[in-house]
């Protein structure tokens, strides 16, 4: 049996998220602690009294997400659980990159929180706000979103930012020429298009001035060799070279999440068992609509452990 672990991106966040481990089990409480620590700041308050909206902002979702992942991580592996020993991959959903990699122990759990705050500040300063926007766009193939992006180009940036499997892909650019994306692709027969409540167009071009604010980041940080590889979002390839990885997650920032083709390359290299370690069920629900001999498990609440461990101890 071939597992992988994987690990959620922005868009699982949810106030209360973590609170659960942290009540449950002391190694969770450590990891928020850590956090807080990393960052100066009372994160897991925000995480689990909210406001939604403070929660919401790029610069804690991503810290938050990560925590959260890293907590049942502990848990797990204060169960008994050896990551070497029982799991061939890892991969995470953009910022679940760095999840992924703390995980496998390139990162140390205070670098990952302070190099995804740096993340989140440099990717919500990189555009103006308005001047950049994200839409989904339901039920046309890569090829047809692809097409729908160049002809929008004339108004600016617009690429393919996600592509999430189950006919789901997301488009970032300039908002005009996004804008003008989401109407052709309606007008070729999309589902649905819409327009994401974002505050800046993630995983494009426009997001060059944050991919160069990680590579310094990223260049002073130490790296230590990974337990297991890492499949990494722009590349679909397993990955252990710790400065290799840290390139690819500088070309991250502007470049697209191909968690479709992710979810395939497992399929098809001896992987059938996923566990979406951390928030929400996102990936699960994904890898059930990319490969349904997939079988998809998420991981987040005391209960969830308690089931995964059983299967995995």
Same mark, same amino acid.
């Given at each position: 049996m071939?597992?992988?672990?994987?690990? +959620?991106? $922005?868009?699982s966040?949810?106030v209360?998220?973590?609170?659960?481990?942290?009540d449950a089990?002391?190694?969770?409480?450590?990891?928020?602690?850590?956090?807080?620590?990393?960052?100066e $700041?009372?994160?897991?308050?925000?995480?689990?009294?909210? +406001?939604?909206?403070?929660?919401?902002?790029?610069?804690?979702a $991503?810290?938050a997400?990560m925590?959260v992942?890293?907590?049942?991580?502990?848990?797990m592996?204060?169960?008994?659980?050896?990551?070497?020993d029982k799991?061939? /991959? *890892?991969?995470?959903?953009?910022?679940?990159? /760095?999840s992924?990699?703390?995980?496998? =122990?390139?990162?140390s759990?205070?670098?990952?929180?302070?190099?995804?705050?740096?993340?989140?500040?440099?990717?919500?300063?990189?555009?103006?706000?308005? &001047?950049?926007?994200m839409?989904?766009i339901?039920?046309? &193939?890569?090829?047809?979103?692809?097409?729908?992006? %160049?002809?929008?180009a004339? @108004? =600016?940036?617009? $690429?393919?930012?996600?592509?999430?499997? =189950?006919?789901q892909?997301v488009?970032?650019g300039?908002?005009?020429? *996004?804008?003008?994306?989401?109407?052709?692709?309606?007008e070729?027969g999309?589902?649905?298009?819409i327009m994401? +409540?974002? @505050?800046?167009p993630?995983?494009?071009?426009?997001?060059?001035?944050?991919?160069?604010?990680?590579?310094?980041?990223?260049?002073?940080?130490?790296?230590?060799?990974?337990?297991?590889?890492v499949?990494?979002?722009?590349t679909?390839?397993?990955?252990?070279?710790?400065?290799?990885?840290?390139?690819?997650l500088?070309?991250q920032?502007?470049?697209?999440?191909?968690?479709?083709?992710t *979810?395939?390359?497992?399929?098809?290299?001896?992987?059938?068992?996923l /566990?979406e370690?951390g928030? =929400? %069920?996102?990936? @699960?629900?994904?890898?059930?609509?990319?490969?349904?001999?997939?079988?998809?498990? +998420?991981?987040?609440?005391?209960?969830?452990i308690?089931?995964?461990?059983a299967?995995?101890?």
């Amino acid at each position: 049996m071939g597992i992988a672990f994987t690990f +959620p991106g $922005q868009g699982s966040q949810a106030v209360g998220m973590g609170r659960d481990l942290a009540d449950a089990f002391p190694e969770a409480r450590d990891v928020f602690h850590e956090v807080d620590d990393a960052l100066e $700041q009372k994160l897991s308050s925000i995480m689990w009294e909210g +406001p939604e909206d403070e929660l919401t902002l790029t610069a804690n979702a $991503q810290p938050a997400l990560m925590a959260v992942s890293i907590a049942a991580m502990r848990v797990m592996e204060k169960g008994g659980l050896s990551l070497k020993d029982k799991v061939s /991959y *890892v991969a995470g959903h953009s910022l679940g990159e /760095y999840s992924a990699l703390c995980a496998a =122990g390139m990162f140390s759990l205070a670098d990952t929180a302070r190099l995804l705050r740096i993340r989140g500040n440099a990717m919500q300063a990189a555009v103006p706000v308005g &001047e950049g926007a994200m839409a989904a766009i339901i039920g046309l &193939e890569a090829a047809d979103v692809e097409e729908i992006c %160049k002809a929008a180009a004339g @108004s =600016g940036v617009c $690429q393919i930012a996600n592509d999430n499997g =189950g006919g789901q892909l997301v488009i970032s650019g300039a908002k005009a020429a *996004v804008e003008q994306a989401a109407a052709f692709a309606t007008e070729k027969g999309a589902k649905r298009a819409i327009m994401l +409540p974002v @505050s800046a167009p993630f995983h494009s071009a426009l997001m060059k001035p944050a991919a160069d604010a990680m590579r310094e980041a990223l260049a002073d940080v130490k790296k230590n060799a990974l337990i297991v590889p890492v499949v990494a979002n722009v590349t679909v390839s397993p990955l252990s070279d710790p400065e290799e990885i840290a390139e690819r997650l500088v070309e991250q920032v502007t470049g697209r999440v191909r968690w479709r083709e992710t *979810v395939g390359w497992f399929g098809e290299n001896g992987v059938d068992t996923l /566990y979406e370690i951390g928030s =929400g %069920k996102v990936l @699960s629900g994904l890898a059930r609509r990319i490969n349904r001999d997939l079988k998809a498990v +998420p991981v987040n609440t005391p209960a969830d452990i308690e089931t995964a461990m059983a299967a995995l101890v």
